[in-house]
Structures are given as C-alpha cells and as structure tokens.
C-alpha cells in the first residue's frame, strides 16, 4: 500500500476551533447550512467523542456548552470517560473553550469547509479513487500543496468528479427512465415541502406571463417562438437581463429581491450587439441614441448609471454571453454543463433551434432526418434543466401556416413541431396586425393599445393554457408592459391569482 494511504487526512486545528465556536453557539450544529457528524473528526477518538457530547447537549436545548457540562455528559458512560480521561479530554476541551470565547464566524466557515474537504477526500480514498490531484500529503513541497488545497472548495473537488463521470457518460451512456414508485410514497413529505416552498420561480417581465407560468422555475424548460424578426432575442434578452440586473426608470434604480448570475448563448448575434441592448434596457435609452451617439444629457446621465450597475462588484459577473454561430449537441450540452458545475449558473438562455451547419454534420454519418435532429436538442435542453435543475429558455422562428390564424401551437414551428414535446412552457409571441388589433379593440379602450400577442399554448403542470397575453413592447428598449389577457377567440379572460414582483427602488447617489 501506498504511502499516502497511510497518511490521516485530517487537521486537528481546524477540528479544534469547530468544537469550541459549537460550544459557545450550539445552534450552529442544528442549521442547514452547515452539515457536521462524527465522521468529519477522523478516527480520533477524542474528538469524535468532544464532537457527540456537544451534538446530544445541543439538542438537549443548552445554549452554552461549557467543560463541565460535557464532562458530566460523558461521566455517565464509563468506558468513554475513561478514554476521555485517558487523552487528556478535560484539558482540552478547556484550551478550546477558552481559545473560542470571542471567535470569528468567517475563520469558523474557513475550518468548516477544511474538515469537510478532509472528509471528502477520505471517503474517496476509502472507495479507491485516487485524490492525489487535490491532496497529495506525500508531496516533497507541502507548503506549495497546502496553498493549492487551500484554493479549493467542497464544491471544486465534487465538480470535477462530476465532469469526469459527464464526459465518459456523454460518451458511452444513454439516459434511461428510473424504476416506478408506489403513488402513496413521499406525497405527505411532498405537500408539507409545498407549503413552505411553493413551486414558482423568480419572476418573467410582465405580471400576466409572469401568473400564468408562475415564473422562470428551476428544473423547466420554456420555449419562445416567433416569425423572423419577430424579437425573439429582445425578449429572451429581455428577462435575462431582468434575472441579473436591476432598470433604471427616471431618477429611481428598481431592483429584485434578489439578483441572479445568467447564460445568454447567442447564435445569430454579435457580442457588442448584444451589450448595446442590455446597456439599452437598464438604462432605458432607445438602442438607436445609443448606435447614432444622440443621447441628451439626461439620457447620457441615465447611461452612465446603467455602465456603473455592469461594472459594480455586485453585478459585473452576472450576465455572460456566448457567442456560437454554429452549435452542435455536444457543444451546447459541455458548455452548458461546465457553466452550471464550475460557475454555478441556474438561468440559461439559448437563442435559439436552428439546423446550423455543426448539427447536421454531428449526425451526417447516421442519416438522420433534420426534424430528428432538431427534437434532438430541444430534449437535450430539457435534459440538462432536469438533471441539474436550472431553468433553461430558448425558442425558434416559426413556419408560415401562423398567419391568418386565431389560435397559434406547436404545428406552426419551423421545422419540427415536435421540438415542444419536452417543454414545459410553450409561448408564440407575433406582432398584431389590424384584423387581430379590431378583434381587441373595445378592450384595447380601457386598458392600452397593444403591439404583440404572446399565446400561451402549452403550460405543463399550470391551469393557464390556451390564452393570449396582449403587451406592449418596446423593441428599443427590450421593455415590457402587459395590458390584458383574453381566450384564443378573443373574450376577456381573468387570472385567478395574479402574481407580483415588488422591486425594491433607490435613488440615484
């Protein structure tokens, strides 16, 4: 046996200061958000029982844990208080306490996150897998290997395991259904997570998208579909910027309870194309001022506000663009899937279905046909949200049967319609023409005059299917206001509950 194996993996230091903040906070051991047990101490018996004492004691309700109390704890067993006694326990437990009476909660993340990196890399030795690229105690310079560990998180080691098994999956594993489950298993634990945690995600632009598909939910796949030049882009780029920015209106910045890091995978854009709309949509400034360089004072102001949000610390790192002309399975599902593991990215935008060149060469020797292909990837797009339960949102152009028509579907996809058999949300947003525009026209009175329709035709687990969602939408702007929903012929049509998105607002320093 190798050396290294011999070797513990484990620093007591660390396990020493862990012990004492839990003795002077015991409420930390019985948070979500840190996750301890007798494993994590080792096979050091002294501090696997410091570590049991402190963990029964916490839950007995103390909300201080001093030296005589674990000492009394552990009198109670003898042969345990005896090695207690035997390894000097009392006096450490002493040196802790002592040493952690003013302590730190960031040096106690730093010594948690150490012990469980140690765990993790025991119990992957314990299995056979060889941990040498992220430790390796046996190294002649282990100053230089102390500093690189001390880089690495939980999550660098467990990503990178998880890339290693997705590439040889990718390429010798193809996905299969899991076995069956009794109904009855899990529902009460199910409808209790429920209650507490509702399944609706952060919020689309526009309060009547937003209801009926009760937002952008993680694990879902939407897709947006539109004729050519339509503005798929604008709207697709539109919510993504609503998920990592907040907007500028007048003299007031709106923000989201909380902002999000996204992927915007472009296929037809340029990059500075797309910065232009983004700088557009925080700021308010129509595209156009911004490409001619016609901005007034105001708008310039507005503008160099909008540049101050995208460079700020807070929000620099949340919006990254991909530029891909011509996509393949492959490549869209290992970048897609390296941003989500290494970067933690929840909120992808794929814009959008197309048969580009690198497609249809990825299947050329297999003959496949082109709607195959093109179903292909809208399942691999679905895939990836389920397995890694992000939200992902894409769309394609659509055929030339949409025209003319009241009620708009999956048949009118260019293509293949059965790119939306996978999707979770299905929306064909057209701009209104004149015979539409009369149809709402009463309506339109009251409640504003609308530019696109978005019909709302598949809506998997919501009760808001069929419907259109008449809007307003500056295309200049990438900004949205919802007006009024009606049914596919036009009669107006109530959400039942509608959802809202309170943004917090500041003025400008």
Request: hydrophobic fraction near 35%; glycine fraction near 6%; proline fraction near 3%.
């Amino acid at each position: 046996m190798e050396r290294i194996n011999k070797i513990p993996l484990f620093d007591p230091k660390s396990a020493q200061y862990i012990l004492g903040c839990l003795m002077h906070t015991p409420n930390l051991i019985q948070t979500d958000k840190y996750i301890l047990t007798v494993d994590d101490f080792n096979e050091n018996n002294i501090y696997k029982l410091i570590f049991g004492s402190i963990y029964n004691l916490s839950f007995a309700g103390l909300k201080i844990i001093t030296p005589q109390d674990i000492d009394i704890s552990l009198s109670s067993v003898t042969n345990s208080y005896d090695n207690y006694i035997k390894e000097n326990g009392k006096e450490l437990v002493e040196l802790i306490y002592e040493m952690t009476e003013e302590y730190d909660i960031a040096q106690f993340e730093y010594c948690y996150e150490r012990i469980k990196k140690f765990s993790i890399l025991r119990e992957l030795r314990k299995n056979g897998i060889d941990i040498k690229s992220f430790y390796n105690p046996d190294f002649l310079n282990q100053e230089e290997e102390e500093i690189k560990f001390n880089k690495l998180t939980t999550k660098d080691i467990l990503n990178s395991l998880r890339n290693k098994i997705q590439l040889i999956e990718n390429k010798n594993v193809s996905k299969q259904a899991d076995t069956s489950h009794n109904a009855s298993v899990g529902m009460r634990d199910l409808f209790n997570y429920l209650k507490l945690n509702p399944e609706v995600g952060i919020p689309f632009e526009g309060q009547y998208i937003y209801s009926a598909t009760r937002g952008c939910r993680k694990g879902k796949f939407y897709l947006y579909s539109a004729p050519s030049g339509g503005g798929k882009t604008r709207t697709m780029l539109e919510n993504a910027c609503a998920i990592a920015f907040p907007y500028i209106d007048g003299s007031k910045i709106y923000y989201r309870q909380q902002h999000y890091p996204v992927l915007f995978i472009a296929t037809e854009m340029t990059y500075d194309e797309i910065q232009t709309l983004i700088l557009a949509h925080i700021s308010g400034v129509n595209e156009s001022k911004i490409l001619l360089g016609q901005c007034d004072l105001e708008e310039t102001y507005r503008i160099n506000k909008a540049l101050e949000i995208l460079e700020s610390e807070e929000f620099k790192n949340n919006f990254i663009i991909e530029c891909i002309p011509n996509p393949s399975i492959q490549l869209l599902k290992s970048m897609i899937t390296n941003y989500i593991l290494n970067e933690d990215i929840e909120y992808i935008f794929y814009d959008y279905i197309f048969s580009s060149p690198g497609l249809l060469d990825e299947y050329r020797s297999i003959n496949l046909r082109e709607d195959v292909m093109l179903m292909m990837l809208s399942n691999t797009l679905k895939e990836i949200a389920a397995t890694y339960n992000v939200f992902v949102m894409s769309g394609t152009q659509l055929n030339g049967t949409w025209e003319g028509k009241c009620a708009r579907n999956a048949n009118m996809l260019r293509g293949s319609k059965a790119i939306a058999d996978k999707i979770d949300v299905g929306m064909i947003g057209v701009k209104l023409d004149e015979d539409e525009l009369q149809m709402v026209e009463i309506i339109s009175q009251e409640k504003g005059t609308p530019n696109i329709v978005i019909d709302i035709y598949k809506n998997r687990r919501g009760a808001m299917c069929n419907i259109k969602v008449f809007k307003y939408f500056d295309y200049g702007t990438c900004r949205t206001k919802d007006l009024f929903v009606t049914t596919q012929n036009y009669k107006t049509f109530e959400l039942t509950e509608i959802l809202q998105s309170i943004p917090i607002i500041k003025d400008f320093k």
